[in-house]
């Protein structure tokens, strides 16, 4: 008569993870829309009435293998790994998800060649996903080399260049009113692009000029390099490139930000950089450059970054000298904008800084758009005088 065999919950999540796909399948089944971009599994939410695919993935490749997110969705219940998927499924706790893994996985039988078998199964997962880790490590370094590169090889100079045209026409952002221009910003002449639409496989694909700006970690280290493409549009005037998506960012940006602007120190000159920042340092973290590069027009001494992203607005990591941050953030109007603002407000208060937070009430979405329509009823001003 076999015994019953004890296995620890990493032994049993791993071999959940060794046969994901079928684990999948059976408590994330797939239904009109499921799809698979980049590693990542779409489909319905298996815990709730969710009417559509598109915030709900299971990761099914690489070191987050087994773990699920719904991006519709905030706090306890909103993600999760291959254990969490079972008990979301069934709508109950973990110990009943345990039971319900047991029974799946066939535990309750352990022959001696049932237990070789499982125990080879343990094996397997983790080494997989040991070496998930590495190559996606390796990965990550390599775009991190590829995006220096590109900023390496962007001329440091932007008087004169598209870079300019495009900022000062299409943003009403004069560099020329700054005193100095942000070094994190650089000009390439020729930036190639590539985009494939996941829905009909379509391929965009060429050379443009580009504002290319260096992203760093809250240590200095150059991890990811952001792209706007630019070209000339109807009106001759330097616009964005006629692309799908022309903002891309080439590296892992997680927690890294493009460093603007340092602000103005005591006695006129330029304080230190944001990894050797003083005690007491205060912070404005906007989300995209252009509302960055506003900001500094509006506020030349202040220290101001730009996270890039709305979900990176709170993930950024800052120097423990940081202790006042203001995060300057778009008047989205959409629930799941007002929540991510809320979270970003909520992590930066928990690593213990005093948070505020500045939205564009002068109409428009974000700072950007006020400072251009400042700049429109001046020059009306001008014209009527």
Known sequence: MASRQTYSLDEIKAMLLDRLDDVVATYAPPAKGSHTTHGKYFTLNPGRADRSVGSFCVTMSGPDRGRWA?????????????LDLIALNLGCDLKSALREARSYLGLQTDAPEDVARRREAVARSKARQAQAQ??????????????HAIFL??????R?????????DRRGIELGELGRQPGALRYLAKCKYYHEDQETGEITEGEWPAMVAAICDWQGRH????????AIGPDGRWDKAPVPKAKKVLGSYAGAAINMWRGIGPRGGKPESLPKCQPGTRVLIAEGIEDALSTILLLPQARVIAAISLSNLGAVR???NVSDVTLVADLDDNATAREALRRAIETHQKAGRRVRVFQNRWGGKDLNDALRSARDKDSDGRAQA
């Open 70 to 82: 719904d991006f519709a969705m905030s706090g306890q219940g909103s993600r999760g790994d291959v």
């Open 134 to 147: 590495a190559d996606a490590q390796a990965a990550i370094d390599r775009r991190a080399r590829a995006a």
């Open 153 to 158: 090889s962007a001329q440091a100079q932007l």
């Open 160 to 168: 004169g260049t598209p870079v300019e045209y495009y900022l000062r």
């Open 223 to 230: 991890v990811a390099t952001h792209r706007t493409w630019l």
């Open 318 to 320: 800052l120097p423990a």
